[in-house]
């Protein structure tokens, strides 16, 4: 395929990610522009304030009073209702607007990372750069307070580091979509983003690793991979934090699923597996045992309860599968609920495994 039918299969896909997390990018961007109307309101007033006063004092007073009062006489009886503000301080809030009336009229909700760049980084980075927002808004309330000191909250006027959100501004936090390589999707180190509700959205172009999402699931972080941008309303109407992996187009070598934490008390109960894969395209540079690890450890939490022995322990068969799935030596066991097979032990791994399963250790 030419590079530059590749490059809008690529930029297709991304504008199909965005338009299925548009409903967050609204609410957060309707929030950042009621919030900048005020400021943008305050700051006229404060910057104004005597021709202000001066202009409301002969609106009240009528046509009558031209020529006979003194309206700047008149509107300092009036007095003033609100603290007044340094010049220092007027000048915060209208840095504060400036930065707000960018992000309501048009906020970064897509990034990329480059060829061979580090996922981690560039999420980290856009965070920051949408904390700007939350920074400003900070920013007001201490110059209208008065306590708005440069070098202690100088910070706040610039990209604002995700681990210094509050826990109000990880709630309202907006969606991001990251396209990238498949072979650059390594999102473990996404897990420290993942809080309040910050949703993650990865858009691989090529393929991946079976199940990468996998070692992101946590009771109550919302995780999808799958071809289907329009199944990202899930994602963006949950009410916790979550990563979804969209593919450019469905590959039987990777995996798809839906791990909610609304679904069910236990893991099995949250998760829905629609594909696991036997045989992945793991991509350039992958080595087997990554992507056997992550198809293990997702068949682990599907597996129903009924593989549970009695007595609290582990039925043979499980640890058989288990090890077998560990080894990757030749043969295969079913995997739960009709998915592809694993590797199968060696018939000394299978002993040791039912030994194991069926010896007493409590006597």
Known sequence: MPSDAVAEKEAALAVRALAGVQPGIDAFRSAVAAAEEEVRGEVLRRAGADNFKEEQALVELGPFALGRIDPARFSSLMGVSETELTPESIDVLAKADAILAG??????????????????????????????????????????????????????????????????????????????QGEDCLPAGLGEFLDGEVKIILVADGPTTPAPLARLITPGTFVMQTEDPSALARLVESRHPGVALLFDEEREGQACFVHDPDAGAAPWERLEVRRIPSDADVGRGRRTPVWLEEVVHLRTLAQPPQAVGGAGGVSGASVVSAA????????????????????????????????????????
């Open 103 to 180: 992000f309501a009229k048009s906020s970064e909700h897509l990034v990329e990372v480059e060829p061979g760049g580090d996922l981690r980084d560039v999420v980290k980075d856009a965070l920051a750069h949408l904390g700007q927002a939350f920074g400003a808004a900070r920013a007001v309330e201490l110059a209208r307070a008065g306590m708005f000191d440069l070098l202690d909250h100088g910070y706040l006027l610039g990209p604002l580091s995700f681990r210094l959100w509050n826990r109000a501004e990880r709630q309202l936090a907006p969606p991001l979509v990251v396209s990238l």
């Open 324 to 363: 077998a799935a560990a080894s990757g030596e030749a043969g295969s066991v079913a995997a739960p609920g009709g998915a592809a097979a694993v590797p199968a032990a060696e018939p000394a791994d299978q002993l040791a495994a039912w030994l194991l399963a069926s010896t007493d250790l409590g006597a």
